[in-house]
């Protein structure tokens, strides 16, 4: 049963069982291949996985990313309207417009962004509202719920409200509405902040991050383009509630307390080897762990029994579970000397509560974008000392750190001073990047690709823009202006022939209609190559492979062959 698979590998998944959690998440992709449920959940395990690859991870987003576009199929894309005079209409898609880790970090940008330059529309898919709720409402232009509404009835009201750039604040987590994406539903589309990993949909076209949060070869695991912000991709609001922080507890204790508050989820058999090892250096030290989960008695027992496998005993192991409101959940760093970030899923608000409360963090930095936040988070506040490059340097650092008493009571004195005073929490600035993304992102998507002399645009409903002749009487720009696709069966029949990674070939490619159809179909692992011997129609093909960004596709303006009647084609290396 797909459904009992996915359910159980969920469930192992969110009780630090992710390898056993994955088995049963990838057998109910096998039993049942257009499961997007299944599909959803193993992307988002992936993330938790330290024995999983980055190319697997890539390979398995990508593929469910091409697996809803086909599903969908061809639709309708909203024009691209110039903006010169107008404020950018930007809209925000998101299933946690409350109390959540997005809308912390959300909430500044809503409230400092430029409304002279910016529209911003909220579409929330929330089933849980709250204060928070009610405060994003506050801070922008239009806000609409789009809870009970089918994929088809959210795509007419975003296309109605004429939205030029629509932000994923998801990805694969829950409450998302990736499917209205995959639609084409605005002319430039961004995924952002709550998701730590490709959405796989070539429909994206952009991913918003920063230099520290991303390796130097990162690109070639997102199938949407990065845009990096400066000073960083993340802004921190804050809690009113939080109160204020105490001397470590170590003080009164006599011994370190290491801490994490981050999902059991992140749990994994790294982590808690490293661990382990960490407390077999520092007599007598302790671990407390938080998580609502673990007030259920038989999650708490089973993390128990994970770190005495590892090697820690029981009765060095303190476990909070739910806390009834914000300030007391803040609260609970009292109890915590020193937090040791997950990995390879870092931390990110428990990362940034912790320091607010005074609380140093040390962080093993890997390769993936989840494994890096803690890497992003400390270069903002200056502490890239608490940051490791491999597991022994993890161990040390905190190690160190455990016995730097002075270190640690200055740390407690001064960290929310120096959060305070960085870029971390400073939204004016933060958003004045945000915005300047956005500009990015327009002005990449819609800057004028002049055609050749004699040429128009015709935007086709695959959401291609096409180069034709500019006279209504040629055949191709006819067709297009009035169709909006081509109008021979065969278009049909080669876009479900074409699968991605394909290499395929257009002979007397024309204006491209064919070729880029084939572009779209074998994405960015593929590639076309198109012959067309006249050269204003080449020149007219290549301005459309630039405006599509298509780096897929070769154009040769050649006839494939001198000779009339068949041949035979031999294609290698």
């Given at each position: 049963d797909p459904a009992a698979h996915t359910n159980l590998g969920i469930a192992l998944c969110l009780q630090a069982s992710t390898e056993k959690g994955l088995w049963h998440l990838k057998r109910a992709v096998e039993l049942k291949p257009d499961f997007a449920l299944a599909h959803e959940n193993l992307c988002l395990c992936l993330n938790y996985a330290d024995h999983v690859s980055r190319d697997e991870a890539f390979a398995l987003h990508r593929r469910y990313g091409q697996l809803l576009s086909q599903a969908i199929g061809e639709n309708l894309q909203t024009s691209i309207e110039p903006a010169t005079t107008r404020p950018l209409r930007v809209g925000f898609v998101s299933g946690d417009f409350r109390s959540h880790s997005v809308a912390y970090f959300i909430e500044p940008l809503f409230a400092s962004h430029h409304t002279q330059r910016f529209h911003f529309t909220a579409y929330s898919n929330t089933r849980r509202e709250d204060g928070v709720t009610q405060r994003l409402k506050q801070l922008v232009e239009s806000w609409r719920d789009i809870t009970a509404m089918s994929d088809a009835a959210a795509i007419e009201l975003i296309r109605g409200d004429r939205i030029d750039i629509l932000i994923d604040l998801a990805g694969h987590t829950s409450g998302n509405r990736l499917r209205i994406f995959a639609h084409r539903v605005a002319p430039v589309q961004i995924t952002y902040l709550g998701y730590p990993n490709t959405t796989g949909l070539p429909s994206v076209d952009f991913r918003l991050s920063d230099r520290w949060a991303e390796a130097d070869d990162a690109q070639a695991f997102y199938t949407e383009?990065?845009?990096?912000?400066?000073?960083?991709?993340?802004?921190?609001?804050?809690?009113?509630e939080a109160p204020q922080f105490e001397a470590p507890p170590s003080e009164k204790n006599g011994y370190v307390t290491f801490g994490c508050f981050n999902s059991l989820a992140k749990l994994s058999p790294t982590t808690t080897r490293l661990w382990a090892e960490i407390l077999a250096k520092v007599p007598r030290s302790r671990l407390c762990l938080k998580d609502p989960r673990l007030s259920d008695e038989a999650t708490a027992k089973q993390i128990l029994k994970i770190f005495t496998k590892a090697g820690i005993q029981s009765d060095r192991v303190d476990l909070l579970g739910f806390s009834a409101d914000h300030s007391s959940h803040m609260a609970a760093y009292h109890k915590v000397d020193i937090a040791l970030d997950a990995f390879p899923y870092n931390g990110t608000t428990t990362t940034c509560e912790a320091l607010w409360m005074g609380v140093p963090t040390v962080t093993l930095?890997?390769?993936?974008?989840?494994?890096?936040?803690?890497?992003?988070?400390?270069?903002?506040?200056?502490?890239?000392?608490?940051?490791?490059?491999?597991?022994?340097?993890?161990?040390?650092?905190?190690?160190?750190?455990?016995?730097?008493?002075?270190?640690?009571?200055?740390?407690?004195?001064?960290?929310?001073?120096?959060?305070?005073?960085?870029?971390?929490?400073?939204?004016?600035?933060?958003?004045?990047?945000?915005?300047?993304?956005?500009?990015?992102?327009?002005?990449?998507?819609?800057?004028?690709?002049?055609?050749?002399?004699?040429?128009?645009?015709?935007?086709?409903?695959?959401?291609?823009?096409?180069?034709?002749?500019?006279?209504?009487?040629?055949?191709?720009?006819?067709?297009?202006?009035?169709?909006?696709?081509?109008?021979?069966?065969?278009?049909?029949?080669?876009?479900?022939?074409?699968?991605?990674?394909?290499?395929?070939?257009?002979?007397?490619?024309?204006?491209?209609?064919?070729?880029?159809?084939?572009?779209?179909?074998?994405?960015?692992?593929?590639?076309?190559?198109?012959?067309?011997?006249?050269?204003?129609?080449?020149?007219?093909?290549?301005?459309?492979?630039?405006?599509?960004?298509?780096?897929?596709?070769?154009?040769?303006?050649?006839?494939?062959?001198?000779?009339?009647?068949?041949?035979?084609?031999?294609?290698?290396?």
């Open positions: 383009t990065l845009l990096q912000m400066d000073p960083g991709f993340l802004c921190y609001l804050p809690s009113k930095c890997g390769s993936a974008h989840a494994s890096r936040v803690g890497n992003s988070l400390l270069h903002r506040l200056n502490l890239s000392r608490f940051i490791a490059s491999s597991a022994d340097e993890y161990v040390s650092i905190a190690v160190k750190l455990a016995s730097d008493r002075p270190g640690r009571i200055e740390l407690r004195q001064t960290l929310r001073d120096r959060m305070t005073a960085s870029s971390l929490t400073n939204a004016a600035m933060v958003t004045s990047d945000f915005e300047a993304c956005l500009d990015r992102a327009w002005a990449a998507k819609t800057r004028d690709h002049t055609p050749p002399q004699h040429s128009r645009w015709a935007n086709a409903a695959n959401g291609m823009s096409i180069a034709v002749p500019d006279d209504i009487f040629q055949m191709t720009t006819w067709v297009l202006e009035e169709q909006r696709d081509w109008f021979e069966d065969e278009i049909h029949f080669v876009r479900k022939l074409v699968q991605p990674g394909d290499q395929t070939l257009d002979i007397g490619a024309n204006h491209g209609v064919y070729t880029l159809s084939m572009a779209q179909a074998v994405g960015v692992e593929g590639r076309v190559v198109a012959f067309e011997p006249s050269h204003l129609t080449a020149q007219r093909l290549r301005a459309s492979v630039e405006r599509n960004g298509l780096s897929q596709v070769t154009v040769v303006e050649a006839a494939l062959s001198k000779e009339n009647g068949q041949a035979t084609l031999f294609t290698g290396a």
